[in-house]
């Protein structure tokens, strides 16, 4: 997954939410995406396989 990409998907998303959102949910969305793209990051920088 190229993570550029990613975070651009996560800001569109964003703006085309927020008009059809209550604050609570854009929240959790926000929230979510923010985690989705955190565990992407990790999974780039840390092999599955490794014994850390």
């Known amino acids: 997954m190229?993570?550029?990409t990613a975070k651009?998907?996560?800001e569109e998303l964003q703006v085309t939410m927020e008009s059809?959102?209550?604050s609570e949910e854009k929240m959790k969305l926000e929230v979510w995406?923010?985690?989705y793209y955190?565990?992407?990051l990790i999974k780039k920088k840390?092999?599955?396989n490794s014994d850390c």
Request: hydrophobic share 45%; net charge negative; glycine share 0%.
């Open 38 to 40: 955190i565990d992407e």
């Open 33 to 35: 995406l923010k985690e």
């Open 8 to 10: 651009e998907v996560i």
């Open 20 to 22: 059809h959102m209550s």
């Open 46 to 48: 840390v092999p599955m």
């Open 2 to 4: 190229n993570l550029k």
